[in-house]
């Protein structure tokens, strides 16, 4: 029996030495954003708009192509095409510069809707952020509540040994009966068994919080206790969930913008110098240089004008409804939390109240114990109404940690 003892106390020792180093809840969040592949990609595609933007101004800058056209349509017997339309042959060599011009506040109005694709990007990588974070931060809580529990039930542990030494011998004095001390044996095992099974539960969620933030490590280390944000305090209009609503509307009256812009008359220029010629007199000299403009005016496109409006305002009319559903979502989910948050302080203020009652009452009967004015069952009676309240104190630590979560996830 004592040989075991001291095995299960090795084996104990070893794990909390492998608890070494502590690790704590920022670390875990800002690694597992620096992890994340999802953040990655937004970011990129945000690199990438920045490139479209340059791009377009490019593309409002003098272009200039080498144009060559060669052609040759024979005639024989006769046939062939008409000679008029195609001259038989024509050799053409030209460097062409072209520009567009098109109206300033177009080019404004394309540039702004580059610019809120990338605020739409940057609302996506907040929002991204905040589901993160509140996962990590929501199995960081469950891994350390694992903690918490395995820590209690090693103290509760080492409180039974110390017993069991006291009553063994007593026992032998027969101060105990056998069957009195083999019940409370029973008792100290159980609480073994209840030790391991809480550290399995702790490495297993804890490997999960390392899955989860993108932790490549195995080693179990022994986790700091969260400090989250006790606040209540929130602003609708100045957090993520609202800005992208307000992304939304810019961006469909800059689409309205480009719609409009769309029928705005085109003007475009050009001039090419080289060579371009017949081969029919004199090619020798028809080297040259031309120059040209172009101008497209729209008349008539069968209401498509309008129809692309009617499509924006079914989705400003859509985003105003998914606007006013989240808006009174977010207060509803507010008020639950905070109320939720009362109720679980008010109820550890009473558990906190009941623990020093049996705490009190485990002492007292300590002391009767080791001189045999108590009976062995009562005790454990004591020590496991002092086991059921922690347990229930630590339960409602854990969900006051992770309502203060959800709260933070909403205020942030």
């Known amino acids: 029996m004592n040989k075991k003892w001291h095995i299960t106390t090795l084996f104990m020792l070893f794990a909390f030495l492998s608890f070494s180093q502590n690790n704590t809840l920022d670390y875990y969040i800002t ?57 038989k042959q024509n050799v053409s060599a030209l460097v062409q510069a072209s520009k567009n011009f098109p109206a300033k506040n177009n080019i404004t109005a394309q540039l702004r809707a580059i610019s809120l694709q990338n605020q739409s990007l940057l609302d996506t990588i907040r929002l991204s952020e905040k589901d993160l974070i509140k996962t990590v931060s929501e199995q960081y809580i469950t891994a350390y509540g694992d903690l918490v529990t395995m820590n209690f039930n090693a103290e509760l542990f080492d409180l039974l040994k110390n017993e069991d030494i006291i009553l063994k011998k007593l026992t032998q004095s027969n101060v105990y ?19 391991l099974q809480s550290q399995i539960q702790y490495d297993a969620d804890y490997l999960t919080l ?32 609202y800005k992208r609503f307000a992304t939304d509307s810019l961006r469909i009256e800059n689409e ?12 475009g220029g050009y001039a090419d110098a080289g060579y371009n010629s017949s081969l029919a007199f004199q090619p020798y000299k028809n080297f040259g240089v031309s120059a040209g403009f172009s101008l497209t005016v729209p008349i008539y496109d069968a209401r498509q004008r309008t129809l692309k409006y009617s499509k924006l305002d079914i989705q400003e009319r859509t985003r105003l409804v998914n606007k006013d559903f989240f808006r009174n979502q977010y207060f509803q989910q507010v008020a639950q939390l905070t109320k939720q948050l009362h109720a679980t302080d008010a109820l550890v203020t ?25 009976r062995i069952a009562d005790y454990v009676l004591a020590i496991n109404n002092y086991l059921t309240a922690k347990n229930l104190l630590n339960q409602n630590y854990i969900s006051r940690l992770k309502v203060l979560n959800q709260i933070n996830y909403w205020n942030r």
Do not use: C
Request: charged share 15%; hydrophobic share 35%; net charge neutral.
């Open 350 to 374: 009473k558990i906190n109240e009941q623990i020093s009652y049996v705490k009190t009452l485990i002492t007292a009967n300590q002391r009767l114990l080791e001189t045999g004015d108590i």
């Open 177 to 195: 009966k056998q069957t009195d001390y083999l019940s409370f044996y029973v008792t100290l095992q159980q609480q073994e068994l209840t030790l």
């Open 210 to 241: 390392n899955y989860v933030a993108g932790i490549w490590d195995t080693t179990i280390i022994q986790l700091q206790e969260p400090h989250l944000m006790d606040t209540l305090q929130y602003n609708f209009i100045n957090s993520v969930f």
């Open 31 to 87: 690694t597992s954003l620096s992890n994340s592949p999802l953040l990655k990609s937004y970011e990129n595609q945000i690199l990438s708009n920045r490139l479209d933007s340059q791009i377009l101004r490019a593309t409002l800058k003098t272009q200039v192509n080498f144009l060559s056209n060669n052609s040759y349509a024979p005639i024989v017997n006769g046939y062939g095409y008409d000679e008029v339309i195609t001259n």
């Open 256 to 267: 309205k913008a480009l719609i409009k812009y769309e029928y705005k008359p085109k003007l």
